[in-house]
């Protein structure tokens, strides 16, 4: 597992399941909203790749507007297995990027996106989780679920941290943007 730092060219954003039916029970929903919108909304600023899961979408609706509106070039893959590494489109698509690393955020974090996560570790991702971007019903289990993903060697960090990395230094270009994005 690389600690490395973050990069544009080298780095794409996983977004688990943020759902109409599914969001509402989160434990903390106006944070996890809040900063995973800013940093969405952060990769689509920097130029970034974005993809966007739903759990069976008919069951559990589609993604909140609060979060899809964020970024208009992010792409959307529906699922029916809780790790998205198990569907054959999501590969694909993460594959098509070819980025080293990924950032995973989303939810529920004890289920889907534990298990996406693991599974892209052992696929030989550097795995990179924005703790203040990641829910569950229970805070006990999304504590629980960032402590296995640590261990297994996912880097835990935080949205501003994410962005901040990948934009070096206050000469880039949206250094005002992201600046405003975070306050």
Same mark, same amino acid.
């Given at each position: 597992?690389?600690?490395? =730092? #973050?990069?544009?060219?080298?780095? +794409? @954003?996983?977004?688990?399941?943020?759902?109409?039916?599914?969001? *509402?029970?989160?434990? &903390?929903?106006?944070?996890?909203?809040?900063?995973?919108? =800013? #940093?969405?909304?952060?990769?689509? +600023? @920097?130029?970034?790749?974005?993809?966007?899961?739903?759990?069976? *979408?008919?069951?559990? &609706?589609?993604?909140?507007?609060?979060?899809?509106?964020?970024?208009?070039?992010?792409?959307?893959?529906?699922?029916?297995?809780?790790?998205?590494?198990?569907?054959?489109?999501?590969?694909?698509?993460?594959?098509?990027?070819?980025?080293?690393?990924?950032?995973?955020?989303?939810?529920?974090?004890?289920?889907?996106?534990?298990?996406?996560?693991?599974?892209?570790?052992?696929?030989?991702?550097?795995?990179?989780?924005?703790?203040?971007?990641?829910?569950?019903?229970?805070?006990?289990?999304?504590?629980?679920?960032?402590?296995?993903?640590?261990?297994?060697?996912?880097?835990?960090?935080?949205?501003?941290?994410?962005?901040?990395?990948?934009?070096?230094?206050?000469?880039?270009?949206?250094?005002?943007?992201?600046?405003?994005?975070?306050?």
């Amino acid at each position: 597992m690389s600690t490395k =730092r #973050l990069k544009r060219e080298n780095c +794409i @954003l996983v977004a688990i399941d943020y759902q109409e039916r599914l969001v *509402p029970a989160m434990c &903390g929903k106006e944070e996890l909203i809040d900063k995973s919108g =800013r #940093l969405i909304e952060g990769f689509d +600023i @920097l130029g970034m790749p974005v993809i966007i899961t739903e759990q069976y *979408p008919k069951g559990l &609706g589609r993604t909140i507007p609060e979060i899809k509106e964020r970024n208009a070039h992010a792409e959307i893959i529906e699922k029916n297995t809780f790790s998205a590494w198990d569907n054959a489109e999501f590969v694909d698509l993460l594959r098509k990027y070819n980025k080293p690393n990924a950032v995973v955020v989303g939810i529920e974090a004890h289920v889907c996106e534990q298990q996406t996560v693991l599974d892209m570790l052992e696929e030989g991702y550097n795995v990179y989780v924005a703790a203040d971007c990641v829910a569950s019903r229970s805070e006990f289990d999304r504590d629980v679920a960032i402590d296995r993903m640590r261990d297994a060697g996912a880097v835990i960090t935080t949205y501003e941290s994410i962005l901040f990395d990948i934009l070096k230094w206050s000469k880039a270009e949206e250094f005002k943007q992201i600046s405003k994005l975070v306050k």
